[in-house]
DNA sequence: GTCTATATCAAGATAGAC
DNA sequence: GTCTATCTTGATATAGAC
């Protein structure tokens, strides 16, 4: 009974999750530890042990969970939108800057793949795929492009007062034109 | 007499930075504590504040050695080869493989550019800057796709067996004609 | 420039009772 | 499903002697 849900967690181990995202989310990931999180929810942390295995079970979850939102999102931003490869970038660097811890976990560590829910890392890939018009080569350049402007803008590293936005449309015109 | 050298370091300061590094590239980020570094070097962790303020001082010393280091082969790369962007690309995914803690300590977090040698973050720049022809935007464009590129890499993000020889190509293919 | 001793803090995780 | 009590580990950093 405990795992007949699509995402195998039980109810409570959902709230759990809901818990530790939105940690996450507010304090950033030094802050998700295990006494956070159970505290959050009242209780004390060696009782979230009878819900996850361990601490990367539970980022496991959230994680899981991330991706299939991030995948709708992108999902939902190809079909409104009228260029792909530029409703596509827009939705990425939407979804990094609204989430920066959360794409953070996703994105910048090896992924425990094995401790995902099955084929939850494809799918926001395969939008990718189609809006680069089928072509894998370009559409792994395209989507490191959008993870580098991501990842250089969340951690500050572009000098101050610069033009982020057209940074990001002189990309999608390589990629779209080149 | 204590700073009169390039980098403001004294010698032991410099030996300490040596054996910081070492560690780093050796076990990675995780690795590098104040216990290990002195261990490494003979000593005890408290000595190591009689040459550095704190751990932060010690890691923006490795990162200003780093940043001189990636800027000259850099500029070498260009030098050398006849078409800029593409050995720029070349030079760039070989430091970050070359060196893969090192890379995600220089690039993966915040600056504290207030304890980094002065210009040191501008001049590996500048040398895009010029391989993209003088433009800002497709400069810091392609710097993106580069650092997403070793990222995704580094991370193992990519598909096994995926042919990221090719995606660097066309990513520059796309830089350089688009 | 190095030492010992120590402060301070906090993390993940387990055992076993209720 | 939750509790208390505890283990184990390990980090940065300071004080003060030599």
Same mark, same amino acid.
């Given at each position: 009974?405990?795992?007949?849900?699509?995402? +195998?967690? %039980?109810?409570? @181990?959902?709230? #759990?999750? @809901?818990?530790?995202?939105?940690?996450?989310?507010?304090? /950033? $990931?030094?802050?998700? %530890?295990? &006494?956070?999180?159970?505290?959050?929810? /009242? #209780? &004390?942390?060696?009782?979230?042990?009878?819900?996850?295995?361990?601490?990367?079970?539970? *980022?496991?979850?959230?994680?899981?969970?991330?991706?299939? *939102?991030?995948?709708?999102?992108?999902? =939902?931003?190809? *079909?409104?939108?009228?260029?792909?490869?530029?409703?596509? +970038?827009?939705?990425?660097?939407?979804?990094?800057?609204?989430?920066?811890?959360?794409? =953070?976990?996703?994105?910048? =560590?090896?992924?425990?793949?094995?401790? $995902? @829910?099955?084929?939850?890392?494809? &799918?926001?890939?395969?939008?990718?795929?189609?809006?680069?018009?089928?072509?894998?080569?370009?559409?792994? @350049?395209?989507?490191?492009?959008?993870?580098?402007?991501?990842? $250089?803008?969340? %951690?500050? &590293?572009?000098?101050? /007062?610069?033009?982020?936005?057209?940074?990001?449309? *002189?990309?999608? =015109?390589?990629?779209?034109?080149?």
């Amino acid at each position: 009974m405990a795992s007949s849900a699509p995402d +195998g967690l %039980t109810p409570r @181990a959902r709230e #759990i999750v @809901a818990a530790a995202r939105a940690i996450l989310e507010e304090d /950033g $990931l030094e802050a998700l %530890t295990m &006494r956070r999180i159970a505290e959050r929810l /009242g #209780i &004390r942390a060696p009782s979230l042990y009878k819900h996850f295995p361990d601490k990367e079970a539970l *980022e496991a979850a959230i994680i899981s969970a991330a991706f299939e *939102e991030q995948a709708a999102v992108f999902e =939902r931003a190809v *079909e409104e939108g009228d260029e792909p490869l530029a409703a596509l +970038g827009a939705a990425y660097r939407r979804f990094a800057l609204a989430h920066p811890h959360l794409y =953070r976990l996703m994105t910048d =560590r090896e992924l425990r793949r094995d401790l $995902l @829910a099955a084929g939850v890392e494809d &799918r926001a890939g395969l939008t990718i795929y189609r809006a680069a018009g089928e072509d894998t080569d370009r559409a792994r @350049a395209a989507w490191a492009f959008a993870h580098g402007m991501a990842m $250089l803008e969340l %951690t500050n &590293r572009f000098p101050p /007062g610069a033009d982020i936005d057209a940074a990001w449309h *002189e990309g999608i =015109r390589a990629f779209r034109d080149g």
